[in-house]
């Protein structure tokens, strides 16, 4: 392996520093400079075991289609303008206010990061420009940042924050090239190395030890600094083990309603823990690693787990129950989590599972114009309103109005980097220089492959529609293999390149296209949606078809409330929503020939692609209404294990009549209902 030279390199970073006014000590510099570098672009040392898929650089996936329209959406809400009016993010520590000085700003960075340069927004990318140099120009000479006090013995700050903003600063630095923001991140690293003696991890730190490994391997990766992996395993060996906490009974058991709030049953810590067992894999390859990766996304389903993909948690673990909510943090945090688990253990089922929270529990937690969200979101959820009486595991009365900061504001400055992480890992590259779609979504890829610029664009309504159109463009005739995941679900799949004939191709399996490109080329890939009706808790049936979950569609009623509260001018204020139409259905299907009782029809994708009225599929089913089945403390009344009886043909279930009612994609509603009693 090369060595770098250090003088040309300190020369370097002194530079960058002076361009920046960045107070920096020479013994820092040097602490920071030791040791071995790769000189290869993109290599990875030998001594870390490298992702089975490789994320491309940040930007050279752009969405299109639906996507674009959604994450412009998103942009023009509050991800695009938090910092423009929200104390905690706007008046931050971290930007030079006097608001909080933890994880708020940091949040909304690693979001608003991706947003702003996959959808090329110059005015955010100008204002997060100027916060990212406040951060780094602000850095102290012994690599702390600006809010983290100078003696942390006796004032304590928890090192999550300084986790989260190394994984902000290689994030921006893998987006612009900006240099300074890698070698700040370094300083904040080897000062955490050096100071995680004195002050051990603890709090939130302890628990999310592992989002440290993010920035470490990054800059392990362009750097091949030997003291990264010894951080990165200090880290380890004060974090929580997560194989223990799996381990035990009480993670295990659903938290009672109004119950006590735990650090090993909290439901962020959990979606971000998923990817600790990858992450952790990657240093030292241990066998144990990569068989956890599965078995805890497999304890947490069979204990935990909702319809949509997501595991219920409000705030803590809470069972399987459709009216136990699901908080947005956790969801943003898991498709996180899933990324990696994709990139560096290659399985597509990590995938079918990321496009399930994507296509489902994400959007639903977010108004459709995105300028409110829910802190928590249920499966079942006839209204959304202001309630003392609510069930929640440890949430209070607010936690599923659509608002500014309901409940609490974590989730308001967190849940930016849902749907732009999703898209910038829609593909990867291979280890033998190919590329991967490794989720499906309209987009566009721009990169170089043996030197060769390609370009793949994506045409497509997936996941409303069946059918994917790749277009492969290579500037010059060059050979590469191209894969193109196909669902577990997917049975009778076929892909078609060029006029070739359709080829029946596996479900569950990376489809591999290995071939000379030129020109242009077209692959048609389609991916069969057979329903099915899957039996959920206490005997309730639930609609899927293909990666989408159907709920009955509602009408609804928007109230503005809380207008007392600062900082709730429209369009970011608070709003119950109650139903205009009735909610209380069973379905009369059989799960063992649901096509027989389900209609399926295409309807454009809208301007909103997840709402009530974007909904690009919409599915019709016979039921009926049930007078019994009625708001209980200001939820829909729980199934219990007597309505699951309601099929029974000798227990007459309702007089009402056979009604034929409309089902929509479960991301596109606001009010639901999506596990059914069945009736005769």
Known sequence: ???????????????????????????????????????????IPASIAPPAFKPLPLGAVRPAGWLLRQMRIQADGLSGHLDEFWPDVAQSQWFGGTAEGWERAPYWLDGAIPLAWLLDDAPLKTRITSHVNYIIT??????????????????RYDLWAILLINKVLVQYHDATGDDRALQSSLRSMRAMLDGLDATPLYGWGRFRWFEGLVPALYAYERTGEPWLLELARKLR????????????DDVRAPTPRHGLWKWTKHVVNMGMATKAAALSWRIDQRPADRAFATRMIELLDQYHGQVTGMFSGDECLAGKNPLQGSELCA???????????????????FADRLERLAYNALPAAIAPDMWSHQYDQQVNQAQCTINPAAGWSTNGPESNLFGLEPNFGCCTSNMHQGWPKFAAHLWLLTPDDGLAAMALAPCQVHTALHGVPVTVAVDTDY??????????????????????????????ATVQVGSARAERVASGTMHRIDREWTGATDIAVRLPMRPIVTQRYNGAVAIERGPLVYSLRIGEEWTRVNTDKPHRELPHGDFEVRPTTPWNYGLVIDPA?????LRFTEQPVGARPFSPEGAGMVATVRARRLPNWTLQGGWAGEISLDDAAWADPNRPATEQPVEQVALIPYGCTNLRITEFPRVR
């Open 1 to 43: 392996m090369a060595r770098f030279d250090r003088r040309q390199f300190l020369a370097r970073v002194a530079a960058g520093v002076a361009a920046s006014g960045l107070p920096l000590a020479a013994e820092t510099l040097q602490a920071a400079t030791t040791g071995p570098v790769r000189t290869a672009p993109g290599a």
């Open 138 to 155: 602000h850095q102290r000479s012994d690599g702390w940042f600006g809010p983290y006090p100078l003696d942390a013995v006796t004032r």
């Open 237 to 248: 060996a004060q974090g929580v083990d997560f194989e223990a906490v799996m381990a035990a």
């Open 331 to 349: 969801v943003v945090e898991y498709m996180y989590s899933l990324e990696h688990l994709t990139s560096v253990f290659g399985d597509g089922a």
């Open 463 to 492: 996941p409303f529609r069946e059918t994917v159109t790749l277009t492969v463009t290579a500037e010059r005739a060059t050979r590469f293999p191209l894969s193109v995941r196909i669902p577990g679900w997917a049975e009778g």
């Open 593 to 597: 020939r649901p096509a027989g009782g």
